[in-house]
Each structure stands twice: as structure tokens, then as C-alpha cells.
T-cell receptor, first 109, second 114 residues
Framework: GIQVEQSPPDLILQEGANSTLRCNFSDSVNNLQWFHQNPWGQLINLFY???GTKQNGRLSATTVATERYSLLYISSSQTTDSGVYFCAVEEDSSYKLIFGSGTRLLVRP | DSGVTQTPKHLITATGQRVTLRCSPRSGDLSVYWYQQSLDQGLQFLIQ???????AKGNILERFSAQQFPDLHSELNLSSLELGDSALYFCASSGPAGAQETQYFGPGTRLLVL
């Protein structure tokens, strides 16, 4: 099955710093989503981005499907950005999302 | 708020017992997915239903079963519970296609088996 690798596994930032999270996947995908899991455990949709670039406020994401990777950019980080960021992909017509192991982000005031 | 609701939020039970987790999808969504998040296995897909029919199956144990009702809500039944079943169980829903669409996740049910 498809493999999803996220890097870095852990990241500590000072408030106001920028960061880039990476997701590599081993096969072609129909669906790629980025999620933020907050400290209360809730999974929050950030982007649905099987290809191309999207922006939402301080967050943006780019997926290069032909090279099998996606990047999540966080600018001017805030303490509320802390949590775990997951990338998840759907193999061709498989219906299920395969999650990476996540990047744990801590933003210090 | 994703629009997906799950009950209960927390559940504490004993080994050998049976529990039922409930999920209501977003209005208009036909697909319901169940995922399990545990410390050792991460987030794993269990099963998908589309408009009442099972469509895809993942790493779901035989002790677990699910169904989707005519009103599109879904239930996940966990029986003969073991300590290792302690986890956060998520339900997600998506629209008519059931694939290649955004999956929206509910708040989860945190299960603790003692």
C-alpha cells in the first residue's frame, strides 16, 4: 500500500516564526488533505489539495503530484498553532485516507 | 465545527464489554468513514459506508462491526473489548461521490477500556 512520510517529526518555534512541513507519498493519489489536531484531540481540516497551491490566511499548501510531495507553510506562527499536523492521502479509488505519522508543533510565546 | 457529530464524547468501560459509538454525518453527505487513533498505530481507517452500503474495509477487527442506517447516521459496535482497544475513534463524512472529496471529521469518541 501507499506510504506517507512526514517531516520533521517535531518542531519547536518562537511565536512569529515561519515554518514548512513536508509530506512525501509513494504513489499517485486522488485526494490529499492536511489536518491540524489541536490539544483537545479535534481534527480540523486545513486543506484539500491533491494538486496545486492554496492559501488560507497565514497558512498555505502546495502539492506537486508528479513529484509526490506536499508542503504546508505556516507564517507568523501563533501559540494556537500548536498541535499535530497530519497529511493524509487517498490511493486511486480506494476511498480510505492513509495518514502520515504527523509533525508535532510547539509554538512558544 | 465540521458538522459531523459523535456521541458519546467519552466512554469508560471494562474488558469484555460491548459499546456502541454513534455518528451523524454532515447534512447531505452520503459517505461515513470510521477511523481509530491509538498511540501505537496512529490514525487508521476502519470502514466506509456509502448510502447504507459497506464500500471499503480497512484494518477492522472481527470483534468490531458497523452499519449505516436509512437516515444516514452510523454506529460502530465494539465487542469483547480489550485493553488495546482504548483509543480515539473518529467518524468522518463526505459528499455524494464518496471518493476524491474532502472528508470532514467529527470530534471523536475517546474510549478507555479498564
Amino acid at each position: 500500500g501507499i506510504q506517507v512520510e512526514q517531516s520533521p517529526p517535531d518542531l519547536i518555534l518562537q511565536e512569529g516564526a515561519n515554518s514548512t512541513l513536508r509530506c512525501n507519498f509513494s504513489d499517485s493519489v486522488n485526494n490529499l488533505q492536511w489536518f491540524h489536531q489541536n490539544p483537545w484531540g479535534q481534527l480540523i481540516n486545513l486543506f484539500y489539495i491533491p494538486s496545486g497551491t492554496k492559501q488560507n490566511g497565514r497558512l498555505s499548501a502546495t502539492t506537486v503530484a508528479t513529484e509526490r510531495y506536499s508542503l504546508l507553510y505556516i507564517s507568523s506562527s501563533q501559540t494556537t498553532d500548536s498541535g499535530v499536523y497530519f497529511c493524509a492521502v487517498e490511493e486511486d479509488s480506494s476511498y480510505k485516507l492513509i495518514f502520515g505519522s504527523g509533525t508535532r508543533l510547539l509554538v512558544r510565546p | 465545527d465540521s458538522g459531523v457529530t459523535q456521541t458519546p464524547k467519552h466512554l469508560i468501560t471494562a474488558t469484555g464489554q460491548r459499546v456502541t459509538l454513534r455518528c451523524s454525518p454532515r447534512s447531505g453527505d452520503l459517505s461515513v468513514y470510521w477511523y481509530q487513533q491509538s498511540l501505537d498505530q496512529g490514525l487508521q481507517f476502519l470502514i466506509q459506508y456509502y448510502n447504507g452500503e459497506e464500500r471499503a474495509k480497512g484494518n477492522i477487527l472481527e470483534r468490531f462491526s458497523a452499519q449505516q442506517f436509512p437516515d444516514l447516521h452510523s454506529e460502530l459496535n465494539l465487542s469483547s473489548l480489550e485493553l488495546g482497544d482504548s483509543a480515539l475513534y473518529f467518524c468522518a463524512s463526505s459528499g455524494p461521490a464518496g471518493a476524491q472529496e474532502t472528508q470532514y471529521f467529527g470530534p471523536g469518541t475517546r474510549l478507555l477500556v479498564l
